[in-house]
Nanobody, 120 residues
Framework: VQLQASGGGLVQPGGSLRLSCAVS????????MGWYRQAPGKQRELVAR???????TYTDSVKGRFTISRDDAKKSVYLQMNSLNAEDTAVYYC???????????????WGQGTLVTVSS
């Protein structure tokens, strides 16, 4: 299983970015898909996640600004980030919980991270 994240970059305060993460490999089912971030000197934290029935969860600091979505046909998860500020600067990691076969228990997999820098 591989996760390929993309979409990070440098953006000015108030700007927007859209992160994408595509999952490939042997996959039976994908349960939860999500995005975490880790700022310099801080612990990795959950930003947003979405279940296989569309239930979403957001950390308080991004509510109303970020939107998570998924496309199961493309095995992809997205994070639309609006009204970005300096506190959103971090490496963003996609995370999925999936079953590789019908006989497997669900396991968590991580992408390689994509850097988002919010600066003027």
């Amino acid at each position: 299983v591989q996760l390929q994240a993309s979409g990070g970059g440098l953006v000015q305060p108030g700007g927007s970015l859209r992160l994408s993460c595509a999952v490939s490999g042997t996959i039976f089912s994908i349960n939860v898909m999500g995005w975490y971030r880790q700022a310099p000197g801080k612990q990795r934290e959950l930003v947003a996640r979405i279940t296989n029935i569309g239930t979403t969860t957001y950390t308080d600091s991004v509510k109303g600004r970020f939107t998570i979505s998924r496309d199961d046909a493309k095995k992809s998860v997205y994070l639309q980030m609006n009204s970005l500020n300096a506190e959103d600067t971090a490496v963003y990691y996609c995370n999925v919980v999936l079953r590789r076969t019908s006989r497997d228990y669900a396991g968590a997999y991580w992408g390689q991270g994509t850097l988002v820098t919010v600066s003027s």
